[in-house]
């Protein structure tokens, strides 16, 4: 019924048949933490590689986090990059010799040309657990910044095809948010130091 009342309000999504977020919760999902920060904050957040460094969005002067994982273990972890904008990449603090296999999720190789008939996924975590959204493009504004149909917190990732395409950096009032081109996320991920 919800998804029928959607796509009566979003004619521009296209007619083809919309992707299953319940599948999209299942695969993804174990990616998917939530990092959390003194003052009791949080933000969804990502593994982007399966050696734990995870994406997320973090407000200035944050250096130090717990990342809790989708089964609910929690890690020590440490801010590797934080850009202006709060985009924040994350890295477990490991023992020596731990190398952790983390499910991670594929992000886009260049930026997708992503149109207002493109279904989009977005995954959120709601009290643990994978919290899925259907949605499209509405615009894109003049710095760059995708104006999404998509009601997800900061952080969360947005797929199409079954990779992240961007990144939600805030929820724009109650069914929207505004996310970043995995391209940045490529560009700060570049700029961190190699081992």
Request: no cysteine; proline share 8%; net charge neutral.
């Amino acid at each position: 019924m919800l998804l029928a009342v959607f796509l009566a309000l979003s004619p521009a999504l296209s007619a083809a048949a919309p992707p299953s977020v319940e599948a999209a919760a299942g695969r993804f999902g174990p990616a998917l933490v939530t990092v959390r920060w003194a003052d009791e904050g949080a933000s969804t957040g990502f593994f982007v590689t399966s050696a734990g460094t995870a994406v997320t969005v973090l407000p200035e002067g944050v250096t130090d986090v717990i990342v809790e994982l989708a089964g609910g273990a929690r890690r020590q972890g440490q801010v590797l990059l934080r850009e202006a904008d709060g985009l924040a990449l994350v890295g477990l603090s490991l023992t020596a010799g731990e190398t952790p296999r983390l499910p991670a999720l594929a992000v886009v190789d260049e930026d997708r040309v992503v149109s207002a008939e493109v279904w989009l996924v977005g995954l959120g975590v709601q009290e643990g657990q994978p919290s899925p959204s259907l949605g499209g493009l509405r615009r894109v504004d003049a710095r760059g910044r995708w104006r999404l149909d998509l009601p997800l917190p900061p952080g969360a990732p947005v797929l199409m095809d079954g990779r992240v395409v961007a990144v939600v950096l805030e929820r724009d009032g109650r069914t929207a948010s505004v996310a970043l081109p995995a391209g940045r996320l490529r560009a700060a991920a570049a700029r961190l130091p190699r081992p």
